[in-house]
């Protein structure tokens, strides 16, 4: 296990947050589970050294499909102007919405930062995600609205 994070997870251990530890040969990822407005979410905290390099990941967040996606993308940038020290990455071949937060490369107080992090994080989660759910099932995705023409998808 690398040193930040057995860092994280003696910390996490101490403030009662309920995570699992995975190792592979590239990375050791420590992943603490949340719900986020009745959705469940997994929040990585993924290290791949000795040195406090550690990013964190929420990943599919939110999953669309290819009529969503110009909304989804819409609703990802207006988030990431409002939050702007984690970002919310959008993966069209996924079709999922992953949010990421790295860990400045100097940071040695790392396992304090975590909790910070794992909680302001489920925090921006959980203010963006009604925005999500409106783009992705609040509008019909069928028509498109240039001024007073509208466009309707159909197959023949």
């Known amino acids: 296990m690398f040193a930040a994070t057995a860092a994280i997870a003696d910390k ?8 699992r ?20 979410v997994s929040v990585h905290f ?12 929420i990943p599919h967040y939110v999953r669309f499909t290819d009529k969503e996606r110009r909304d989804v993308l819409r609703v990802a940038n207006d988030m990431n102007n409002k939050f702007r020290f984690c970002k919310f990455s959008v993966n069209l071949d996924a079709k999922a919405v992953t949010l990421e937060y790295d860990f400045p490369e100097c940071e ?21 995600y009604p925005d999500f759910m409106k783009a992705i099932w609040g509008t019909n995705h069928d028509e498109q609205n240039l001024g007073n023409i509208v466009f309707h998808d159909f197959e023949v």
Do not use: K
Not at 47 to 53: A, I, R
Not at 113 to 122: D, S, Y
């Open 46 to 57: 993924i290290s791949s050294d000795d040195e406090n390099d550690v990013s964190v990941r």
């Open 108 to 128: 040695e107080s790392v396992a304090e930062g975590a909790v910070e992090i794992f909680r302001r994080m489920l925090q921006i989660a959980e203010e963006a």
């Open 21 to 40: 530890v995975m190792e592979s040969e590239e990375n050791c990822r420590i992943i603490a589970d949340a719900v986020v407005d009745y959705a469940a």
């Open 12 to 19: 996490f251990t101490e403030e009662e947050i309920i995570f």
